[in-house]
């Protein structure tokens, strides 16, 4: 199977105030995987006044190589030529990390999410995985209308966040 539609263990999602936790809750310094590079644990969503926003855990901070947006969703996929996310939208947010796992050292999965995993906000409506290979892993948002993003990181515990305003 490829690495888009590969089954993986699904989480019942809990309500939570204002937004969906999509993944397992953050591993503790006691559970958490050995990683040599950052591995990306989960992905939980919320909406928020003028803005949706996504929150991947991950064991350490990567490096964000690189951000882009598209209308049509294509994207090169290697030497595989062009593909595109399994949910569709009206635009798509990729966001690349350097340093970035979604296994741990010993090859188990790390990254608790469904890929793709629908989501039904405003803005966000959707993520999954679309490359991971030799510390370099890339995600997909599907989104609806939206006016711009922002990504920051947050520490203790360690997070990435993307804000997508309506």
């Known amino acids: 199977m490829s690495r888009f539609t590969r089954p993986r263990a699904l ?3 809990a ?3 204002g937004g969906v936790l999509l993944g397992a809750a953050p591993a503790d310094a006691a559970t958490a995987p050995v990683c040599g590079s950052a591995c ?3 992905a939980r969503t919320g909406a928020h006044t003028g803005y949706d926003r996504i929150v991947f855990d991950v064991t350490k901070l990567p490096t964000l190589k690189s951000s882009t947006t598209s209308t049509t969703g294509a994207y090169d996929y290697t ?3 062009t ?3 399994t949910i569709t939208g009206s635009n798509y947010l990729f966001l690349n990390f350097t340093g970035a796992s979604e296994y ?3 090859g188990a999965l790390t990254y608790t999410t469904p890929t793709p995993e629908s989501i039904s906000l405003p803005s966000l409506k959707g993520v999954q995985v679309v490359y ?3 510390g370099d892993l890339s995600f997909a ?3 609806g209308s939206y006016s711009s993003y922002q990504i920051s990181t947050l520490t203790a515990p360690n997070r990435v966040v993307i804000d997508v305003y309506h």
């Open 40 to 42: 990306f644990l989960d």
């Open 79 to 81: 030497d595989n030529g």
């Open 104 to 106: 741990a050292d010993n």
């Open 15 to 17: 309500v939570l105030v």
């Open 11 to 13: 989480f019942a999602g």
């Open 83 to 85: 593909r595109y996310p």
């Open 132 to 134: 991971g290979f030799e």
């Open 141 to 143: 948002l599907t989104l």
